[in-house]
């Protein structure tokens, strides 16, 4: 089949997008943020009740809509209800009104279980044909959009498939789940050691599976459908579950839920309490009757999946960045010096600094040794010309001695000693690479398995598929292998221009 996958470097979109390639044609969509980008596959849309779709549906058999505006935590004064209903309901709607002029068969729309409430009683799952109560701003646009695909079915004919998500969970997940993984992670003792709510979760494995059951099942066309992973967890259980995938021993007091309650209200932090001390469980007996659904992971071989890229070893390596950044600091304070008097008599600015972009995708300001003229356009440095480099330039970059002030980015936490080097941020096919392939979850790195094999950033796809398989094999000796190799002149880093 063609698909059209909307929000394709996303969380759940780039894995989707990964599964569905294996046996569809994908039509891969990304944010404006990638405006003019066609990276492997990808193109770039805002989505709003203005953009012209007919080219993408044109031709296509189902759409998989993922893009939305989330649900955040703490609200902002500019996210207000007209913005999660810009994006989450007009945008679906004009999106899906194109798809069924185009002749699209299916439209299959991931919607939220906080449509039905953000909690339920122990033991007494929501279902499909209980009564929703959205509570806040987003699970509203959410359901006003299932609301409006629905009579938009009714009119057109066009299948719609609406899909009530609980919490996701899997490689490269942030929000609340990756916090939970650092807590265990961090080894300090933890209150919730006897809490006993029921709680659904579903990992990427099986969403990705439950999605692609959907693409054309007959039985799923027109239907509701809540998810999970088909085993409920409480708190407690989840932390020591993580704890043992992680290979970490779980720290948990056993602490009254009722005096977890009273402190959260004492503290203003009612909500957090309710996450993780309520339960929300959902019933998948329709998923499992009507389309012959099953989960085909546990609950266990998903978390171990989720900390595959090994957060305790990550933690590991970040002692280590602490560590050789500060006494490499130390150690170099003469070299810094001799360099900072001989750019000083060079430039008159020694130190060049440079908006990259870090973990998560989030801006940081990146320090080095300047080697080029001040009026030296901001550009790549394979696009800047040989030209522009300095005497004294080609010395710090022949020697690598440029990029000795990024210890201190290091020692901060914006980057790694080892990982992918940072993009600058308007390199919008690499940053949309690196994205739909979850490069951007990790910290950049001074050095690396692109660095040490020359593979510089004018090759976006191919230094994305290196800096993923550094993620992927990333070890400690590893670690050491790539600083010992660069420091003994492996690789040339990024070029520039003739």
């Not at 405006?35 to 989505?47: H, K, Q, S």
């Not at 006993?196 to 692609?212: A, K, P, V």
């Not at 080029?372 to 080609?394: D, F, N, Q």
């Not at 692109?450 to 400690?476: C, R």
Request: charged share 20%; aromatic share 6%; with cysteine.
């Amino acid at each position: 089949m063609t698909v059209l996958l909307t929000g394709a470097t996303g969380f759940i979109g780039r894995r989707l997008f990964r599964e569905l390639s294996r046996n569809h044609e994908v039509r891969g969509v990304t944010h404006k943020n990638c405006v003019g980008v066609n990276a492997a596959g990808l193109i770039a849309r805002e989505m709003n009740a203005e953009t012209d779709w007919s080219d993408l549906v044109m031709g296509c058999d189902v759409v998989v809509h993922t893009a939305a505006r989330v649900h955040v935590m703490a609200d902002s004064a500019e996210s207000t209800m007209e913005s999660y209903t810009l994006v989450n309901v007009e945008g679906t709607l004009h999106l899906a009104r194109q798809a069924a002029m185009a002749g699209v068969k299916r439209f299959v729309f991931l919607s939220s279980i906080k449509v039905n409430g953000e909690w339920s009683e122990t033991g007494k799952p929501l279902t499909e044909t209980d009564a929703v109560a959205p509570v806040d701003k987003y699970a509203q646009s959410k359901y006003d959009a299932e609301k409006a695909l629905q009579q938009l079915a009714r009119e057109t004919g066009m299948e719609v498939v609406i899909i009530r998500l609980p919490l996701v969970y899997g490689p490269g997940v942030r929000g609340n789940f990756f916090r939970l993984m650092q807590l265990v992670d961090s080894r300090l003792p933890l209150p919730l050691g006897a809490v006993n709510n029921q709680r659904s979760l579903i990992g990427l494995d099986n969403l990705s599976d439950f999605i692609t059951r959907c693409l054309d099942h007959p039985a799923a066309a027109n239907e509701v459908f809540l998810v999970s992973d088909g085993e409920d967890l409480s708190t407690t259980d989840l932390l020591k579950r993580l704890a043992r995938a992680m290979g970490r021993r779980s720290w948990l007091i056993p602490l009254p839920p009722g005096m977890l309650i009273r402190g959260a209200h004492a503290l203003g932090k009612e909500a957090v309490a309710q996450r993780l001390l309520g339960s929300l469980q959902v019933d998948i007996s329709k998923a499992r009757q009507l389309i012959g659904w099953q989960p085909p992971v546990s609950v266990d071989e998903g978390l171990k999946r989720c900390v595959q890229n090994n957060l305790s070893q990550q933690g590991l390596l970040r002692l280590f960045d602490i560590f050789f950044s500060g006494v490499g600091l130390v150690i170099c304070l003469p070299i810094f010096s001799l360099v900072l008097i001989a750019g000083w008599l060079d430039s008159r600015s020694p130190l060049f600094f440079q908006q990259r972009v870090g973990r998560f995708g989030q801006p940081f300001t990146l320090i080095k040794f300047r080697t080029m003229k001040l009026e030296t356009s901001s550009v790549p440095t394979h696009l800047a010309p040989a030209s522009s480099v300095t005497t004294l330039g080609r010395f710090l970059r022949t020697t690598k001695l440029d990029e000795l002030p990024q210890l201190w980015n290091v020692l901060k936490g914006d980057m790694s000693l080892v990982g992918p080097r940072p993009s600058l941020i308007d390199q919008d096919e690499l940053i949309c690479e690196r994205k739909m392939r979850g490069v951007l979850d990790a910290r950049p790195g001074i050095t690396g398995l692109a660095q040490i094999n020359g593979i510089d950033m004018s090759a976006p796809k191919s230094l994305a598929e290196v800096d993923l398989e550094l993620l992927k094999t990333l070890t400690v000796k590893d670690y050491f292998l790539y600083i010992f190799k660069t420091l003994s002149g492996k690789g040339a880093g990024d070029r520039v221009a003739r």
